[in-house]
C-alpha cells in the first residue's frame, strides 16, 4: 500500500519547493523563448558547426585572416597596420553592427564599413559585396565576436532606422504577399514543406549554407526570403536592407553570436 | 585566393590505435553542367583525385565526380603504425595538386 501511504512533513516542503522551482523555470522560458536557428537543425548539422574543423565556414574565416594581414590600395596598409591582432581589436565588433555612420547620415553594416574602410584608408578599391573577399573578412571578423551577446548600439539616431527595419518586417509583399513577420514570428517553430521555419535571428552571419555550397551574408538570405515570396529583393547594402538588419540585430539582443554558423 | 584546407588529425597515437583523420578542402566543385549569367556553360573545375600516404604509403584514396558537393569533406580512419607524415594530395581535372601535410607522433 506504498501509495495510500500519508506523506511525511519533509514530502510536502519538498513538493513545494518543486513546484517553485518550476514556476521559476517557466517563467524564464517566458522571458526568453527565443531560439537560435542552431536550436532547428539535426544533429549533424549541430555537429558540424559546433566542429571547427568540419565547419565550412572556417575556410572564408581562413580567408579573411589572410586578408586582415595582407597589405591593399594605395596607401599599402593592411588592416592589421592599423588595427592590429584581429582577436583582440575586432572582439565583440560585429556583435554591435550596423552602426551610425555620422558622415553617412545613415547606419552602416558591418561589410559597408569594411568597404568604408578600404576606401578612406587603405585607398583601395572596394570589395564587391557577397565575393570571396569581402565574406571572408565579414568572417573572420564576426568569428571574434563568437560567443558574446548581440549588443546593437543605443544611439537615438538609429531609431527611426530601427522603426523603418521593422516596418519593412511587417509589411507584406510579393505576389504570394507574406510579410517576414507572418512566417518568423507567426509560424515560426512550424514547416515551411519539409523545411523548419526558424525565429529568423540573425545569430550566425555570415554563415555557411549548405544550400548554397558556400558562405555568405544576411542580405543574401534577405534576397533568398523574398524571392521565396515572389518579391523584387532590393540590392546588396541598400538602405532597405540595412534598416531591416539593424531591427533584426535588435531584436536578437543579447542572444549569442555563432559566426561562421552552418545552416542547412 | 588559394584553396584552403582543414585538417582533422589527432597529435598523439599509441601504436596500433584507430585514428580518425577528417580533410575539408574549399574547392566550388562546379560541374560543367550548370550556366552561368550569359547562357554559357561555365568550365567543369572539380577535384577528380584524393590520395593520402602515410610514410609513404597509400592508405586511402578516392575518386570524385562532378556531383559531389563544394568544399568536400573526406574522412577515414587507418591505424597508427610509426611517427611520420601524412600527405594530403587533392588533384583537379586540369592535372593540378594541391598538397598538405600533417605529422603525427606514435607512442
Known amino acids: 500500500m506504498a501509495r495510500r501511504r500519508s506523506r511525511r512533513p519533509g514530502s510536502m516542503w519538498r513538493s513545494t519547493l518543486l513546484a517553485c522551482l518550476a514556476l521559476g523555470a517557466a517563467s524564464a522560458v517566458a522571458q526568453d523563448a527565443r531560439k537560435s536557428g542552431f536550436a532547428y537543425m539535426g544533429p549533424d548539422t549541430q555537429a558540424m558547426q559546433k566542429d571547427d574543423l568540419a565547419n565550412p565556414g572556417m575556410l572564408s574565416a581562413l580567408d579573411g585572416e589572410a586578408l586582415w594581414n595582407a597589405p591593399a590600395g594605395a596607401s599599402g596598409k593592411s588592416c592589421a597596420s592599423c588595427h592590429g591582432d584581429a582577436t583582440a581589436s575586432m572582439k565583440g565588433v560585429a556583435a554591435r553592427y550596423p552602426a551610425y555612420e555620422a558622415t553617412h547620415n545613415a547606419p552602416v553594416d558591418l561589410a559597408g564599413r569594411i568597404n568604408l574602410c578600404r576606401e578612406g584608408n587603405q585607398q583601395a578599391p572596394a570589395l564587391p559585396r557577397e565575393s570571396r573577399e569581402a565574406i571572408g573578412l565579414a568572417t573572420y571578423i564576426g568569428q571574434q565576436s563568437r560567443g558574446l551577446s548581440i549588443a546593437p548600439p543605443d544611439d537615438p539616431r538609429l531609431t527611426p532606422f530601427h522603426e523603418q527595419g521593422k516596418a519593412l518586417y511587417t509589411q507584406r509583399m510579393g505576389q504570394l504577399n507574406f510579410s517576414c513577420a507572418q512566417c518568423h514570428d507567426e509560424n515560426a517553430g512550424g514547416h515551411l514543406g519539409a523545411a523548419p521555419i526558424p525565429q529568423a535571428h540573425p545569430t550566425g552571419y555570415p554563415l555557411y549554407r549548405l544550400e548554397w555550397q558556400a558562405t555568405g551574408s544576411l542580405q543574401r538570405r534577405f534576397r533568398n526570403c523574398m524571392a521565396g515570396v515572389r518579391a523584387e529583393p532590393y540590392s546588396y547594402g541598400s538602405p532597405e536592407f540595412i534598416a531591416l538588419e539593424l531591427y533584426l540585430m535588435d531584436r536578437a539582443k543579447g542572444m549569442a553570436v555563432e559566426t561562421p554558423a552552418v545552416r542547412p | ?107
Not at chain 2, 40 to 48: A, F, N, S
Open chain 2, 1 to 107: 585566393m588559394a584553396a584552403r584546407a582543414l585538417i582533422n588529425i589527432p597529435k598523439g597515437a599509441k601504436r596500433g590505435d584507430i585514428v580518425e583523420i577528417k580533410t575539408l578542402l574549399s574547392h566550388p566543385m562546379e560541374t560543367g553542367f550548370r550556366t552561368g549569367a550569359d547562357g554559357q556553360l561555365v568550365p567543369r573545375d572539380i577535384i577528380e583525385k584524393f590520395v593520402c600516404t602515410y610514410n609513404g604509403e597509400v592508405v586511402f584514396s578516392a575518386e570524385l565526380h562532378p556531383a559531389i558537393a563544394a568544399n568536400p569533406f573526406i574522412s577515414f580512419t587507418t591505424i597508427a603504425m610509426d611517427s611520420g607524415t601524412f600527405v594530403f594530395a587533392w588533384t583537379d581535372n586540369h592535372g593540378e595538386t594541391q598538397v598538405q601535410t600533417a605529422r603525427i607522433d606514435v607512442a
